[in-house]
């Protein structure tokens, strides 16, 4: 594997001319840097660093007809993206359907809910496509010629598959009891795949400590700024495809938090640069039991996350000490929404709901979302009038271990007609008798 190019200090050219960003900011103490591979106060507090963009300057460049003139893809949002070069790595990233989903808006009892669908995003079926393509367009602005990640899974499939589309080197991380199908989705790219033997908190300190010897750049490590602006394309995405309009609640599932506090970002971009009306939306965190840190501190009405040891199926998921927890919390908290988790069987019944009624084949971490909908709805907390997002950010072929066991099976026939309707019948029989046993 090559070496990268040594990554320097600062980085004088980092926002070009004309670029709408122009340094990295602490999140908790203001203090500022030059647009580097830096991900934390190292001066200061030790909080995490974000972009600074210039807001006056998109206002006066983008307009909902400039958008929607751009490229299908996340590129048609790139003066609010960390990107200075006007060749990004596009690999059609984004512009995923926003699905009406009335069937299983009648099965919960909702009058207007959609499906944010990231199962089908390109080009390795998971949001993490959208963080991934500004993470090395920036990493390769920067002088990195070899890429890195931690990953539960879905990040390394597309840290390889971008990368390999790139020309760029490529080593990843992942725990070593992934999932068949995220492991394969990441070795077909032929990078070098490292399997950790240890959850993936443990996976993220190792990166962390190769991340200050070997000089690579890893996309949610030191270009962890750059990347978690990816994710504010969702909120873009869904403002755009609703007519520009903000809905008045999303549920999304919660790992470290970034997700979710960057969907809120963007939709306070599209308000501030007056590309959509102002308007309270209500954020709703979704997790799995066995991983539930976040939800553990936003029932007990705690301001910090204790981190827990994950025990779950949703792998995808899993991150036991959440980096932007406390931020998740805080906004949930301030829109009036809420954090719940699910057991790992409501998961599976999350994701055979979702695939039975919309034709959505999600992972665990779908599931997961699906679940929390159904309990918030049941629970009276959310209002079925309100018009509703769900994000599903990952594709259930990765994780098809998760059902294995909870569906039916094939009815084998012989070749003729009576064998056909003997079974059919049977068939037939079954599903009363499962309807009836729904019922009650």
């Known amino acids: 594997m090559t070496q990268a190019i040594e990554q320097p200090k600062t980085l004088s050219t980092g926002a070009a001319l004309g670029a709408t960003f122009s340094a990295l900011r602490c999140r908790e103490c203001g203090e500022t840097y030059e647009l ?7 001066d200061v507090c030790f909080g995490p660093l974000e972009v600074v963009y210039d807001y006056d300057l998109i206002r006066q460049r983008v307009s909902r007809a400039s958008i929607e003139a751009g490229p299908k893809s996340i590129w048609r949002y790139k003066d609010f993206l960390p990107v200075a070069s006007d060749n990004p790595i596009d690999v059609g990233t984004g512009m995923t359907p926003l699905l009406k989903a009335d069937r299983l808006a009648r099965r919960l009892g909702l009058r207007s809910l959609y499906i944010k669908n990231d199962a089908v995003n390109m080009p390795t079926l998971s949001f993490k496509d959208r963080v991934v393509s500004i993470a090395l367009s920036r990493a390769r602005e920067l002088g990195f010629s070899t ?5 539960t899974g879905n990040l390394a499939n597309s840290t390889a598959a971008i990368a390999a589309h790139a020309g760029l080197d490529c080593c990843v991380f992942i725990p070593a009891d992934l999932e068949a199908g995220k ?5 077909i790219y032929n990078p070098t795949v490292m399997a950790v ?3 993936y908190d443990q996976v993220n300190r190792l990166c962390s400590e190769v991340a200050n010897t070997q000089g690579w750049g890893f996309v949610n490590i030191n270009l962890r700024p750059y990347y978690s602006e990816g994710s504010k394309t969702l909120g873009y995405e869904v403002v755009e495809q609703l007519g520009w309009q903000l809905p008045d609640h999303i549920v999304a599932p919660l790992a470290s938090g970034s997700l979710f506090t960057k969907i809120y970002k963007g939709f306070q971009e599209f308000v501030k640069t007056g590309l959509v009306d102002a308007k309270d939306v209500r954020f709703s965190g979704a997790q799995a ?3 539930s840190p976040i939800s553990q501190a936003f029932k007990e009405g705690r301001d910090f996350v204790t981190p827990v040891k994950p025990n779950t199926i949703a792998k995808s998921i899993a991150i036991g000490n959440p980096a932007d927890g406390i931020y998740a919390l805080d906004i949930a908290r301030k829109t009036n929404g809420n954090i719940e988790d699910v057991t790992d069987a409501e998961i599976i019944d999350g994701i055979k709901l979702l695939a039975e009624t919309e034709g959505i084949f999600t992972e665990t971490a779908g599931g997961t979302t699906i679940a929390v909908l159904k309990k918030l709805v049941e629970a009276g907390k959310i209002d079925p009038d309100e018009t509703t997002v769900a994000y599903i950010t990952g594709n259930g072929l990765k994780t098809q271990e998760a059902v294995q066991g909870y569906i039916g099976e094939p009815l084998t026939i012989e070749p003729k007609l009576d064998s056909f309707e003997r079974a059919l019948e049977r068939a037939r029989t079954l599903e009363r008798l499962d309807w009836q046993q729904t019922s009650v």
């Open 289 to 291: 039991e066995g991983c």
């Open 36 to 42: 580097g591979a830096k991900h934390v106060c190292e």
């Open 147 to 151: 890429v890195s990640c931690a990953s």
């Open 197 to 199: 033997k240890g959850n």
């Open 183 to 187: 492991v394969l989705g990441t070795l």
